[in-house]
């Protein structure tokens, strides 16, 4: 008598014998590649240099009475545009400026304005809300991130992206619970409605902005989205520090101290700008912001030494809980929706593509042509005597048999 086994009992040990031979199958070797490791590196490379911004506008905040973010900002996008835009005007073809201007120029205005806002308003919000809401708001673009991701780059997430995003937030909590048993609690009480509101703000623009470049990055050129960066954000962050900074640029006090902390930090963020599309095209711009979530413990390493900050160890857990789950995120890549329409689109562009080179280039499509009609005949002729040859061993063949 033969017994069956419940389909669901089957299934059960079918899971679990995949489960076994994935574990079996397992390679620590494959997991910790050297592209990891780089990115790893690269990530907390762009930490180190927000650590920068923010050691160098608290020193001309506390020690000079300097406040004018704009004002730094300005000299960030001068050096992009100076740089970058200078190299897009000497391109020709399609990737000059003059044709970018044509084709884009208002979606460059936008995600200039658009940056220009992100780092703004979350610089003001220090006025209204505390460091610790901050601290933990800051975090909202992740989300952000991963549905703008999914819904224009059409990134496809897995269970471990969403389980090591929720580890690098634990890892923001310990964090943030340091800094209240520290007593680091700092930051302005007046409106904190509105504080908390803007850091959201700030948030959600930065993932728009993340977003964008990582499209950029991967579809266009890095140099085309710095150029244009650089080009609105120094236009947009002029005119914004003429109507908003005026009066604060006015009561600086110059001194050489104050250049070398605006320049250092104009430095850290032409550098921020300058890698972050690197590190962003070996990934991506979700697995780049996990990384930056230990710029704030940076920070407070710093200001241990710098400001004498009180120290916990909870600061050491939180750096080691944020870096495995950024670790765990980047271990599986995450796959890409391809879908007909974007198929589709593809071919067509590479259709014309194709109409383009035969436009541009008719001597050299006529000369291909032309080799490949000499390539058939030659072809055909060669087995056109393979078979004259065959015909003839086998007609003499026969011959013999009949002998």
């Given amino acids: 008598m033969d017994t069956k086994q419940p389909e ?7 899971r679990k014998s995949g489960f076994m031979m994935r574990v079996r199958k397992f390679n620590l070797k494959e997991v910790l590649t050297w592209q990891l490791a780089r990115t790893l590196a690269m990530g907390q490379g762009l930490a180190a240099l927000i650590c920068g911004t923010a050691v160098t506008s608290q020193y001309l905040a506390t020690s000079f009475g300097v406040n004018t973010p704009m004002m730094q900002s300005l000299f960030n996008y001068t050096l992009l545009c100076v740089t970058y835009t200078t190299m897009l005007l000497c391109r020709s073809g399609d990737g000059n400026i003059l044709q970018i201007l044509k084709r884009r120029w208002w979606k460059y205005l936008l995600l ?8 703004y308003t979350v610089v003001k919000a220090y006025q209204y809300t505390t460091l610790t809401s901050i601290q933990l708001l800051d975090c909202f673009v992740i989300p952000v991130l991963m549905i703008l991701s999914w819904w224009v780059l059409k990134t496809r997430y897995r269970p471990v992206h969403f389980v090591a995003v929720c580890i690098c937030l634990l890892g923001v909590g310990a964090m ?19 504080g908390d509101g803007l850091v959201l703000i700030s948030a959600t623009l930065y993932a728009v902005s993340n977003v964008c470049q990582e499209y950029t990055v991967k579809n266009l050129s890095r140099v085309e989205f710095l150029g244009m960066v650089g080009l609105f954000g120094t236009i947009i962050s002029t005119v914004q520090m003429v109507v908003l900074e005026r009066n604060e640029v006015a009561k600086i006090q110059w001194s050489w101290q104050v250049g070398l902390l605006f320049a250092a930090y104009a430095l850290c963020m032409y550098a921020l700008y300058s890698c972050m599309p690197i590190v962003m095209k070996l990934s991506s711009a979700t697995s780049v912001n996990l990384s930056l979530l230990t710029a704030d413990l940076f920070s407070l390493f710093c200001g241990v030494f710098l400001f004498q900050y009180n120290f916990s160890g909870l600061y050491l857990v939180s750096l080691v809980v944020i870096l495995i789950g950024f670790i765990t995120f980047n271990v599986v890549p995450t796959p890409v929706d391809h879908t007909d329409s974007s198929s589709s689109s593809s071919s067509s562009s590479s259709s014309s593509i194709c ?6 280039d008719p001597v050299a499509t006529q000369d291909d042509i032309t080799k ?3 390539a058939v005949r030659i072809t055909t002729e060669e087995e056109e005597e393979e078979e004259r040859r065959k015909s003839d061993l086998s007609d003499a063949v026969g011959r013999s048999t009949k002998l």
């Fill in 8 to 14: 669901g009992a089957s299934r059960d040990e079918d």
């Fill in 355 to 360: 109409e383009e080179d035969h436009n541009n």
């Fill in 112 to 119: 200039g304005l658009v940056d220009v806002e992100a780092n």
């Fill in 176 to 194: 943030v619970g340091a800094d209240l048993l520290a007593g680091r609690d700092q930051g302005s009480t007046s409106n904190i409605l509105l």
């Fill in 372 to 374: 490949q009609e000499v």
